[in-house]
């Protein structure tokens, strides 16, 4: 299985700053189709995943332009910029180029 | 609005089985595929298998053939996945996510806490 590595597991932020989450995968996500399919979730406490950001860099319906995701091959970031009090919470990377499809471990996203 | 409904908590002992539901609306059920993830304090988020809902084939996560069974009611709306042969390490949150833009989960269900105990 590919395995996803995120870093940092913590990541103490000030309200207003900036965040970037990195992930890496053990092996290229590039699809025999030739996309990319790495992806990006927020889970508050309590709360289901939500998607934030699929295939890399595009931001699902409703997700603010704050969030913006980059990266290719086996080297992807996560960067939040003006952090607000709803952005808190475990952050986790999905990959779905390879079956089956695997999570990172997640990085918690708190108040410095 | 697209929304997946999951059943409620369950608790099992050892050795007994479990099955939870997922009922879908706001879409057309048939045309789409659902995924079951676990999550646990320990393992994190893991792959369980998908279904597609409109022919009922399955695909599973080797660490989980034999573990899970995953059906549908194409009448209700509904997906089902059956936990057999219970253990301690079974005890986690299920969730069941829909594949509806693409290769990855858009929408999930609020989560099932499955604990197994004695």
């Known amino acids: 299985d590919v395995v996803m590595t995120q870093t940092p597991v913590s990541l103490p932020v000030s309200l207003g700053g900036q965040a970037s989450i990195s992930c890496r995968s053990s092996q290229s996500l590039v699809h025999s189709n030739g996309n990319t399919y790495l992806h990006w979730y927020l889970q508050k406490p309590g709360q289901s995943p939500q998607l934030l950001i699929y295939r890399v860099s595009n931001r699902f319906s409703g997700v603010p332009d704050r969030f913006g995701g980059s990266g290719s091959g086996t080297d992807f970031t996560l960067k939040i910029s003006r952090v607000e009090p709803e952005d808190l919470g475990d952050y986790y990377c999905l990959q779905s180029s390879h079956f089956p499809p695997t999570f990172g471990a997640g990085t918690k996203l708190e108040l410095q | 609005q697209v929304q997946l409904q999951q059943s409620g908590a369950e608790l099992a002992k050892p050795g007994s089985s479990v099955k939870i539901s997922c009922k879908a609306s706001?879409?057309?059920?048939?045309?789409?595929?659902i995924s079951w993830i676990k999550q646990t304090t320990g393992q994190g988020l893991e792959y369980i298998g998908y279904?597609?809902?409109?022919?009922?084939?399955?695909n599973y996560n080797e660490n989980f053939k034999g573990k899970a069974t995953l059906t549908v009611d194409k009448s209700s709306s509904t997906a089902f996945m059956q936990l057999s042969s219970l253990t301690p390490d079974d005890s986690a949150v299920y969730y069941c996510?829909?594949?509806?833009?693409?290769?990855?989960?858009?929408?999930w269900g609020q989560g099932v806490m499955v604990t197994v105990s004695s």
């Open positions: 996510a829909l594949n509806y833009g693409g290769n990855y989960f858009d929408y």
């Open positions: 279904i597609n809902a409109g022919s009922g084939g399955t």
């Open positions: 706001g879409y057309t059920f048939t045309s789409y595929y």
